[in-house]
């Protein structure tokens, strides 16, 4: 027999430990150690006796030449909704495991309903968390009523298997993988052996039935998927809904994909109809802006190779003497923030040291790119002379902690969104000037912050 041994796992780091302790002592995360049994493997009982006896449980495989190997088998199939398409490079592969996830509320469920409409065969959705009735009420809100749609309230993996086993849907959802549990494991729904447990044995049989599967994934509190790791190494594709709760805006991410790039951005946005596919979202950012006003700037950020132009806003206020002067950034990096207050006192000459800094990204965006420092410099600047930007002017470009200006990534493709939308200069880093030209616009290089700023008509001298 296979020995089976209480162990503490890590939930970050998946490392396996004797005893519990409140830190881990590998990577050194708080109360992230839970429960788990060594040693375990996801068959059944009858399984593990054949195994420990010494018996194959599965043929072995076969090896092949690559050329003879059959790569039809993992063309995407369109899952017709354009945005979901785009994030995963055509559509879901047959046979693959995708992991949605996304914070409470963010729309997961929404998402994968319309996606089991607009699939083109027959597809089951398998609800862990919330009744029948109450998807049945959503699909009518969506417009998702059809007759190849099947749905089950299901929480145990055998009954989950046995109704794709009756239902033979082309597509299932499972809804989510935290509330599933394989009766066979002593442990509850949502612990680190059920939901590895359940996803193993999900992959195996998505791949021996050519099906995909989709499964929604709870985030923890600090945007890491719930359970260990390891989950993130059994499937194949790792999608990440994002978006701020009070925006209706939602970004779509891949974050591991087996079948093609992690580039792509999927943009969706909340209506009372279930979610939308924003194809002009430039369009949509830009909405509300208020031009004229000082601290503002429109920066065209690339989102894998997707252009947005997004609005930057940044507001300075003389602090009282007495408290340290606060520092608030939203959409983009704190730390990034702090470094870019930095080399503009030492670089350029402007002490904002003793005034209070809120520098944000308009519409729930969020830019990890540097591509965005130079625009959050102009704006915090226009800010602290109040004086406002031009309303035609674009910028983009990385700082360096000398004040030099470094190109940012795909600088045309940038410029050519931005002109697309009616902006006609652009201050960019000498060095992404050279060979580039686009019509409509006049490109202004500056080599360091400094000369950026002058060229913004922020400082005179
Ligand atoms: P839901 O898909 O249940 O989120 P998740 O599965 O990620 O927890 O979506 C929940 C939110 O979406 C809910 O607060 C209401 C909102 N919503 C709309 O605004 N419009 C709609 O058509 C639907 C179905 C939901
Ligand atoms: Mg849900």
């Not at 796992?9 to 788990?36: I, Q």
């Not at 006896?53 to 050329?67: C, D, T």
């Amino acid at each position: 027999m296979v020995k089976l041994r209480t162990i503490y796992r890590c939930t970050d780091c998946g490392v396996a430990l004797p005893k519990w302790a409140g830190r881990c002592g590998a990577c050194g995360a708080w109360n992230s150690l839970v429960e788990d049994v060594e040693g375990f493997a996801p068959y059944s009982p009858a399984e593990l006796i054949s195994l420990s006896n010494g018996m194959a449980l599965v043929p072995p495989g076969e090896p092949k030449p690559i050329n003879a190997l059959d790569a039809k088998i993992s063309i995407p199939q369109p899952s017709g909704l354009e945005e979901l398409d785009r994030v995963l490079g055509g559509g879901l592969v047959p046979g693959s495991v995708t992991l949605l996830g996304g914070e409470p509320g963010i729309g997961k469920s929404t998402l994968l309903l319309q996606l089991l409409a607009a699939w083109p065969t027959k597809t089951l959705y398998i609800t862990a968390e919330e009744s029948a009735q109450q998807v049945r009420l959503r699909a009518e809100r969506l417009g998702a009523i059809r007759p190849d749609l099947w749905l089950v309230a299901e929480m145990s993996l055998t009954n989950i298997i046995a109704a794709i086993e009756s239902v033979k849907p082309q597509l299932v959802i499972i809804d989510s993988i935290q509330a599933i549990a394989d009766p066979q494991l002593n442990s509850a729904p949502g612990s680190v052996a059920q939901v590895r447990g359940c996803a193993h044995r999900l992959v195996q049989e998505a791949k021996a039935r050519d099906l995909p599967i989709v499964l929604v994934g709870h985030v923890t509190k600090d945007g890491g998927l719930a359970g260990p790791r390891v989950l993130e190494h059994v499937v194949d594709t790792v999608l990440s809904f994002e978006g701020e709760r009070h925006h209706a805006l939602r970004l779509l991410r891949a974050v591991k994909h087996r079948y093609g790039s992690t580039n792509e951005l999927g943009l969706f946005e909340m209506t009372e109809n279930g979610l939308r596919s924003v194809p002009d979202a430039s369009k949509l950012f830009l909405a509300d802006r208020r031009p004229g006003v000082p601290g503002s700037i429109v920066v065209p950020a690339l989102e894998g190779h997707r252009p947005l132009l997004v609005e930057v806003q940044a507001l300075t206020n003389l602090s009282p003497s007495h408290i340290t002067p606060r520092r608030s950034a939203q959409g983009i990096d704190a730390g990034r923030l702090a470094m870019l207050l930095a080399v503009l006192e030492r670089r350029a000459d402007i002490n904002l040291s003793q005034h209070e800094v809120f520098a944000s990204v308009v519409g729930g965006v969020k830019l990890g790119e540097p591509g965005a420092d130079l625009g959050v410099c102009l704006a915090l600047v226009s800010a602290a002379t109040n004086t406002p930007l031009a309303e035609n002017l674009v910028t983009c470009g990385e700082v360096g902690l000398a004040g030099e200006l470094r190109q940012a990534g795909n600088t045309a493709r940038r410029l050519a969104e931005a002109a697309r939308l009616g902006f006609t200069r652009a201050i960019i880093p000498a060095s992404s000037a050279v060979d580039i030209k686009i019509s409509g616009m006049t490109l202004e290089p500056a080599h360091t912050v400094a000369e950026a700023l002058k060229l913004a008509g922020l400082v005179t001298e």
